[in-house]
Structures are given as C-alpha cells and as structure tokens.
C-alpha cells in the first residue's frame, strides 16, 4: 500500500517530462480504475486489452519457445489450450511447469499425463487463482459475498458438465437463503464477464452461464468450502436487508 498521493505524483511525471513513460498492468479494468486508487491516470495512455489468444497463436505459445527442444503432442497441446481457456499467463505458468519437468527428468516428450500432472501441480499452489477469487469479492460495495457465491455455483455447474441459466441461478442462490433481485444479479455476472471468469453462452433471454476457466474450477473445489461461501453469502443478505 502507498499514499494516495503516489499516483498523483507519477501524472505530474507524465505530464511534465516527455521521456517518463510508465505502462500500467493487471487484472483491472479501466473503467474500474477511474473509482478507485489509480484513477489519476485514467486517460493518460492508449487502452491495449490483453485477452484471450486465438487457438492457433495458443498452440505457438505451447510449442514455438521450445521448438527442437521438447515435442508436445497433439493430445498434450489441446490440454494446455483447454484447460487455461487461451489466456495467455495461465499458459505461460503451466508450460512453465512442463519445462521444469522436462529439465528434472531429462525428457524430450511431452505426453498429456505430463500436462495433467503439471495443471494439478498449478491449481494446488499458484497464487492467481486465490487473486481471481479476490477480484469476485471486490467491485460493488453490496454483494460481495454473493459473487463469489455466483463463482462457485458457476464452478460446480461446470464439473457436472453443465451449464447455468439465469433463472436456475437465481433458484439456487434462493435456496442458499441468498435473495437478490433480477437487477443486482444481472449486475453481478455482467462484472463477473467483465473479468473473464465465466462466460455467457446463447442469446439473450435464453443463454446460460459456464465458468470460464476450467482450471478455476479445480481451484475453487480444492480450495474452498461450499458450506462457508454459502454461509458467508447468507449473512451478508441478512445484513444487506435489514
């Protein structure tokens, strides 16, 4: 944590000496930076979004930095594709892992049971998921625990292979004792899109919701309990109405 006045600082920099350049990354996004800490540099420099990658620039990611080194197969290359969904430092951490086993083990070959073993290794203890998992609990100040609520009921739709509708949602969060209006609930998928943690398939009035990184559903059934987020969500409703 620093001063509020460090960001000011870093514009009067900006604005004062052509040669101070500065890039400015992470998870947010811009138009949540201008409510928040950093929103003196809102508007100061182009908008360049990193999102998800192609699937034939994927398959480069995989392949092109190791290439006459390691031999992914095709099996192995659509793993790391599907499991990361094609975002592009999810990729990154994984293949990290894989060429840190090539090197213990002295191996050219990369099988899919190696990228399986590997993903298992990056859901136990990779630091950005428990990130992600924050991130769904900021935002609006009302319906904080709910998000993550909503994240994991997403989570747990996608392990059973399915996928969740508005009004299905709205049913479970009911069940859960957590009440929200059709509004409030809209507003908190559309944040969640906004985050790229679950996707909406279909048209509109008709569509369904699905996580959208399957490696985050391995972290969220590994890593918390559904009884607490539930319980967690609840009393925040009970507080929120009185």
């Known amino acids: 944590m620093t001063s509020p006045q460090v960001p000011e600082n870093i514009r009067y920099l900006i604005q004062t000496y052509p040669k101070f350049s500065t890039i400015l990354t ?33 398959r480069s990611v995989v392949t092109q930095p190791v290439q ?32 840190d086993y090539a090197v213990q083990t002295k191996s050219r070959s990369i099988t899919l049971g190696i990228v399986n073993d590997a993903a ?52 479970q969060l009911a069940q859960a004792g957590v009440d929200v209006d059709d509004g409030a609930l809209d507003a908190d998928l559309a944040y969640l899109r906004e985050l790229e943690l679950i996707d909406f398939v279909g048209e509109i009035g008709a569509g369904q919701y699905h996580l959208a990184i399957p490696l985050m559903a391995d972290w969220i059934e590994q890593q918390r309990d559904s009884d607490v987020v539930m319980s967690h969500a609840r009393a925040e409703a009970e507080e929120e109405n009185g």
């Open 68 to 99: 006459d080194k390691l031999t992914f197969s095709n099996e192995a290359i659509e793993r790391v594709i599907e499991v990361t969904a094609r975002h592009p430092y999810l990729m990154q951490c994984l293949c990290n892992r894989v060429f």
């Open 26 to 58: 992470g998870s947010r996004r811009l138009k949540r930076l201008r409510e928040e800490y950093w929103s003196a540099l809102y508007g100061l420099g182009t908008s360049i979004p990193v999102t998800v990658l192609d699937t034939e620039s994927a």
């Open 120 to 171: 298992h290794g990056l859901v136990r203890d990779n630091e950005h998921f428990a990130s992600l998992w924050d991130y769904a609990g900021l935002g609006p100040e009302t319906g904080r625990q709910r998000r993550q609520l909503i994240l994991l009921l997403c989570a747990l739709s996608f392990k059973q292979g399915t996928h969740i509708s508005f009004g299905t949602l709205h049913e």
